[in-house]
């Protein structure tokens, strides 16, 4: 019995220590303290009696101040005074607390909603593309699926960089940056999507996200991996490619996702083959494609500028696009001269047996396996 008594009194101190650590605890020993200070300094100056001396407290905290009961020493009136003060700025600071305690909670309840939305939208996703990295190369690739209307996943484990990819996928913020030429005042511009959270960036920007490490399976496996298209490394470091490629190899026989593609990116091309290695099925090089565009625009301006009408500039919808011949009726077996009158679109190559034809003669008979690719608006 004795044992029972000490370990309940044990446990007792244990939960009254930690509850004095929380926000509720930080309110209500200060509040329990100035009371039996009020109430044994009423009683030793005042010569009151406990009851009247806890009356005469209560009221002076709650500012009710009846006057049935008042100091007539003026040690009690001084201490009335002090007391008096420091109650009032008690009271006033758990006020505050209190209104602060409230609003980070109703804020923490809302994130918790916004992030349940967030996460049954992604549950729901079908036929989705997965990026991992929100580097200037992920949010540009997730800006032409934007433009594709094709659904994706942007995962990113830093706040900061992710925050500035949904600012570049942000329609309202981009068409600001666009304009900043227009504006004398540069300082006068206003982009009120820089002070938004995550999550309103997102919801306004229609963009699903993870703010995870994309090198873990387990993250990948919430991205939605085994009902992906596709899957896009797009880190900077070759290593961390790789790794998620692995990774992703790894799940997919578990989950059933044979016809997963993925694409990555490579920083150092010596690194090229290591990524095809892992499973890559392509494997692009931001360098390569920019030097190859600094190129034409300094060969052949013209084509330069085509490339920056169709990729860059806002409002042009005309991509290269590809469609099995097949999907048209009355094409299999007739000549390319055909092709524009039948789909009214300009055919530019023929893909037959995994070799392309560019520019294929207008007398060239279209077989029923030929995928022919077009410019096409999307």
């Not at 049935?68 to 009335?80: E, K, N, Y």
């Not at 913020?173 to 009120?192: C, G, N, P, T, V």
Request: net charge negative.
């Amino acid at each position: 019995m004795f044992g029972i008594v000490i370990q309940f009194i044990r446990n007792f101190k244990t939960n009254v220590h930690g509850w004095k650590h929380t926000a509720a605890g930080q309110l209500v020993v200060p509040f329990i303290l100035l009371i039996l200070v009020g109430t044994f300094g009423y009683r030793v100056l005042e010569g009151w009696s406990l009851l009247d001396s806890l009356y005469a407290t209560i009221i002076t905290i709650t500012t009710v101040g009846y006057g049935d009961l008042s100091p007539q020493t003026p040690v009690g009136r001084i201490f009335a005074i002090l007391f008096t003060l420091i109650a009032i700025g008690l009271a006033g600071y758990a006020i505050s607390a209190v209104a602060a305690i409230v609003f980070e909670r109703q804020a923490e309840y809302q994130q918790r909603l916004d992030y349940q939305r967030r996460m049954e939208r992604i549950k729901a996703l079908n036929n989705h593309i997965i990026v991992c990295g929100a580097t200037i190369f992920g949010h540009r690739t997730c800006a032409e699926l934007q433009q594709n209307k094709k659904p994706f996943v942007i995962v990113e484990k830093d706040h900061e960089t992710l925050k500035r990819a949904l600012l570049y996928l942000h329609d309202g913020y981009l068409k600001k940056i666009r304009q900043e030429h227009l504006f004398e005042d540069l300082d006068a511009m206003h982009y009120e999507e820089e002070h938004m959270s995550l999550e309103e960036l997102a919801e306004d920007a229609g963009i699903d996200y993870l703010l995870a490490d994309p090198l873990s399976e387990r993250v990948l496996i919430q991205a939605g991996l085994q009902k992906a298209d596709g899957l896009v490394t797009a880190m900077d470091d070759d290593l961390d490619n790789v790794a998620v490629i692995l990774s992703a190899r790894d799940i997919i026989p578990k989950i059933g996702n044979e016809g997963l593609r993925i694409v990555s990116r490579v920083s150092d091309e010596s690194n090229w083959r290591r990524l095809y290695l892992a499973g890559a099925h392509k494997v692009v090089s931001p360098s390569f494609i920019g030097g190859f565009n600094a190129a034409t625009q300094l060969l052949d301006q013209h084509t330069g500028d085509l490339f920056d009408a169709m990729i860059i500039t806002q409002g042009t919808n005309l991509r290269m696009k590809s469609f099995p011949v097949n999907n048209w009726d009355g094409l299999v077996g007739n000549s390319c001269n055909m092709f524009k009158d039948v789909t009214g679109m300009l055919l530019v190559a023929l893909r037959r047996d995994s070799e392309f034809i560019f520019s294929p003669g207008a007398d060239m008979i279209l077989q029923e396996h030929d995928v022919a690719l077009v410019m096409a608006e999307i």
